[in-house]
């Protein structure tokens, strides 16, 4: 006979826009499992296209972005996936994820103002993927951006 105190349940914390992140992460996985480890990034990216859009995911492949610095345009850059115009998806197809794999995808969403990010590893027998969050996230601007 099972105690009550080994009954406890698990309490699931819900993050901003965990379920379209998890609907992103649901197509990764499922890709992986097809396709495994060991293929170029673009494989991935292809994969991830067609899987994104069985889910019925709006989004941008290979987006370009401008990159501000105060408040002056100084270049572009292509995030992998735009989903919904608010989630960053960068994908990689590497052996291990190192630090500044994670602090370019974080510079990606500031130099960007989203909120939100996904970083997704391909190159490892199990699927790696790290949520991120923009910390310096500017609510304000992100409406101004949009309305323009």
Do not use: W
């Not at 965990?18 to 292809?46: D, P, W």
């Amino acid at each position: 006979m099972e105690s009550n105190e080994s009954k406890k349940s698990v309490v699931q914390t819900t993050y901003k826009y965990s379920e379209l992140t998890g609907k992103i992460i649901g197509c990764a996985m499922e890709v992986h499992k097809i396709l495994g480890n060991g293929f170029q990034e673009v494989i991935y990216q292809r994969a991830m296209e067609k899987e994104m859009v069985l889910q019925g995911l709006l989004f941008n492949r290979e987006f370009e972005m401008p990159i501000f610095y105060k408040e002056e345009q100084i270049g572009t850059r292509r995030v992998d996936f735009l989903v919904e115009g608010i989630i960053s998806v960068e994908l990689k197809a590497i052996i291990k994820l190192e630090d500044v794999h994670l602090a370019q995808a974080i510079n990606y969403l500031e130099a960007y103002n989203l909120e939100i990010g996904l970083l997704i590893n391909f190159g490892t027998k199990s699927l790696e993927f790290k949520r991120l969050i923009n910390s310096k996230f500017n609510n304000k601007s992100a409406k101004s951006n949009q309305s323009t």
